[in-house]
C-alpha cells in the first residue's frame, strides 16, 4: 500500500480536493488513516446488501471510487448472481477499479459508468450504497438524488449511505473535530498534513446532520431509517422502502 504524502509537503498554493491520480494512488492508506472504522463499515455493508439483495434486481454503488466495498460484496455473494453498477466521476478511480476486477472471478456481474451519479438512472433496485459521496455533490442536488433513488428501488429495497458529518450543538462539534484530529495524528499525520487537507477540502466536502439526512430521506419516503454506526462525526445510516 503506497503511503498517502499527497499534503506532506509545504503548498504554495492549496488546490480544491480533487481524486486525481496523485490522490488514486494512495486512496487505501488515505481511507484506512483519514476514515475511522472505514474497513468495519464497508464490511457490514457488503454483508448487508447479501441480506437485502432481491434477485434479478440491481444493486447500484455511487460514488464506488476504485472498487474495496465492490470486491468486498463479490466475495460475500460467491457464485450467488447478481448484477451491480458502479459509478464514480474520477476516471483515474474508474481505471484501477477496472484493474482490480480484471484479477477476480465473477467481475462480469460488475458494470463500471465514468459519470456523475445525479445523472445515472436507478432502475428495479433492491440495494443502493453511496459511500463518502453525498457530501461532495452540491447541497441543492441531494434532495433530488435520494428522491430518485427512492424511486427506483423497489418495496423492501434499501439504501445505505456512510457520510462525515457535523453536530448542530457547537461543544459537541468540537468533541468530535478535536478527536478526529487526534485520529489522524494517530495514524501519522503531521499538523501540516491535517491543515492544508482541511483547507483543500473547503467547500468541496459540505457535510450534514444526521438530522438533515434523516428528514431527506423520510421526505422522499423511506418508511424505516436508522444509524448502524457513528464514530464522533462520521455515520453509516440504512433507509429502507
Request: charged share 25%.
Amino acid at each position: 500500500m503506497k503511503k498517502d504524502r499527497v499534503f506532506a509537503e509545504k503548498k504554495d498554493r492549496i488546490e480544491p480536493f480533487a481524486f486525481n491520480r496523485e490522490v488514486t494512488a494512495v486512496f487505501d492508506d488515505m481511507l484506512t488513516r483519514s476514515v475511522p472504522l472505514y474497513k468495519e463499515s464497508i464490511q457490514r455493508q457488503a454483508q448487508m446488501t447479501l441480506g437485502f439483495f432481491q434477485e434479478k434486481t440491481r444493486i447500484y454503488d455511487l460514488g464506488c471510487s476504485h472498487g474495496n466495498l465492490g470486491i468486498l460484496i463479490l466475495e460475500q455473494f460467491k457464485n450467488t448472481p447478481f448484477s451491480m453498477v458502479g459509478v464514480d466521476s474520477s476516471e483515474p478511480m474508474i481505471e484501477k477499479y477496472h484493474a482490480r476486477l480484471e484479477q477476480v472471478e465473477n467481475s462480469h456481474q460488475i458494470d463500471l459508468v465514468c459519470g456523475l451519479l445525479e445523472k445515472v438512472a436507478i432502475e428495479n433496485a433492491s440495494v443502493v450504497l453511496i459511500n463518502l459521496t453525498l457530501q461532495f455533490l452540491d447541497v441543492k442536488k441531494r434532495d433530488h438524488l435520494i428522491q430518485k433513488i427512492y424511486d427506483g428501488l423497489l418495496p423492501g429495497g434499501v439504501l445505505l449511505v456512510t457520510e462525515k458529518i457535523i453536530h448542530n450543538t457547537a461543544s459537541i462539534d468540537d468533541l468530535a473535530q478535536d478527536f478526529y484530529r487526534r485520529f489522524k495524528r494517530e495514524n501519522g499525520y503531521s499538523e501540516l498534513e491535517i491543515s492544508q487537507k482541511r483547507d483543500a477540502l473547503e467547500k468541496v466536502l459540505i457535510p450534514e446532520s444526521i438530522g438533515v439526512h434523516k428528514q431527506r430521506f423520510l421526505n422522499a419516503g423511506f418508511s424505516a431509517v436508522d444509524i448502524w454506526l457513528k464514530w464522533f462525526n462520521f455515520a453509516s445510516m440504512i433507509a429502507i422502502k
